[in-house]
């Protein structure tokens, strides 16, 4: 960087300094707001859980682009972990392909690999004996990625809400079906063949996101009560709007950094987003937009925890609320207030760089990618 880009940036420091202090004065004062409507409940969880057995995983995607089509390896890794006993091995795959158009890549391969993961949940539960399974991530951001598809993708509209809603009813049976097939021969392919088998791209992709719709509504419809997601990080900012009384400016503040500067274990009272009293319309229609899909949520819990003082605070979203003793479960299976099965998950699961080039190489692929091209 040159020095003039320096002299530029560092004129703006006092602004930016000031601006700073302004914002951690605002999480401050939300936090005493936050403290008045006891909202956070302390707590030392107390005890010994021995008696929950978690199961949990993690997905993960990389991607080259060549000239003419683009490669991409997606996995899921998952473990179980019974309270008090060792790490077990669960079920894990990982999954190479080739798509074109380039159109819409970098949606459709997160949900690729949101499908693989949804599926890894989905033979857990119907393979093992388990209390619970940890989501890597936020419930609610799963139910916003259904609707996706009818909203926008990068700034473009894509179709109707309508259209898809009419495909749904077409195939999903059909999806369902090969996808409980396809688990119990323990595949977890991010598309059964129903959908990998369409050869027009346009409703293709519409049939990737039916698929994605057909998979979370078995999973929350059979087993919702187990399914739990666990997030380290979280930009929404429902307490700081609920408990506002008007007077800070920061109405909008992450809820995760007031809770962050709380001191001690604990866990914050649950915030219902499927309840139209708890919450804005945007966040309760994203919620009941899945009424049209003839599957309703009425119970939608988002709330914080910490475990352990060393450690920090996880958002927890869940279908049911979660008392002090499934905490104390929690507890028992985490190293620094962080589940090991999700550590071990996201470490395993990674594709790297390097891993995509030797996958090239094994495939062959030396064509042209984009980023060889003379602009």
């Known amino acids: 960087m040159s020095p003039l880009k320096y002299y530029y940036i560092l004129s703006k420091k006092e602004e930016i300094s000031k601006l700073i202090k302004r914002i951690k004065r ?7 707001i936050v403290y008045n409507n006891n909202s956070w409940i302390s707590c030392n969880f107390e005890g010994n859980g021995c008696e929950y057995t978690f199961a949990g995983g993690d997905g993960s995607f990389n991607r080259i682009d060549y000239t ?8 899921s890794v998952s473990y179980t972990n019974r309270v008090g006993e060792k790490l077990e091995d669960s079920i894990s795959s990982w999954e190479p392909g080739i798509v074109i158009p380039y159109k819409y890549m970098e949606y459709r391969l997160k949900l690729y690999m949101i499908n693989m993961e949804l599926k890894t949940a989905l033979w857990n539960f119907e393979n093992k004996d388990i209390d619970c399974y940890l989501f890597d991530g936020s419930l609610y951001s799963l139910i ?3 609707h996706i598809y009818g909203g926008r993708i990068n700034g473009e509209i894509i179709k109707s809400y309508e259209e898809i809603v009419e495909y749904y009813k077409n195939y999903k049976k059909d999806i369902k079906n090969e996808i409980y097939e396809d688990l119990s021969n323990n595949k977890l392919t991010p598309l059964t063949d129903t959908v990998r088998n369409i050869e027009d791209n346009n409703l293709r992709v519409i049939l990737e996101q039916v698929e994605y719709i057909v998979l979370l509504r078995e999973i929350i419809k059979n087993y919702g009560d187990k399914f739990v997601g666990i997030s380290k990080t979280s930009k929404m900012s ?11 400016i920061f109405k909008t503040l992450p809820d995760m950094g007031i809770f962050s500067i709380i001191e001690g274990t604990g866990y914050s009272k649950p915030v219902n987003l499927a309840d139209k009293k708890e919450v804005d319309n945007d966040i309760y ?6 009424k049209r899909f003839n599957f309703d949520i009425n119970e939608l819990y988002y709330q914080f925890v910490r475990l352990d003082r060393r450690g920090g605070v996880l958002n927890i979203t869940s279908f049911k609320k979660l008392d002090e003793n499934f905490f104390i479960n929690l507890r028992d299976i985490s190293m620094r207030g ?7 998950s996201h470490d ?3 594709i790297s760089d390097k891993d995509m080039k030797k996958c090239a190489k094994l495939f062959k692929l030396y064509d042209s990618r984009d980023r060889d091209k003379v602009l």
């Open 26 to 32: 605002g999480i401050d004062y939300n936090k005493r």
């Open 68 to 75: 003419d089509f683009c490669f991409y390896v997606v996995g």
């Open 144 to 146: 916003i990625q259904t």
């Open 238 to 248: 429902i307490y700081s709007k609920k408990y506002n009384d008007g007077t800070s």
């Open 285 to 290: 229609y994203n919620i009941h937009y899945l």
């Open 338 to 344: 962080y589940p090991l099965i999700l550590k071990k």
């Open 348 to 350: 395993e699961v990674k």
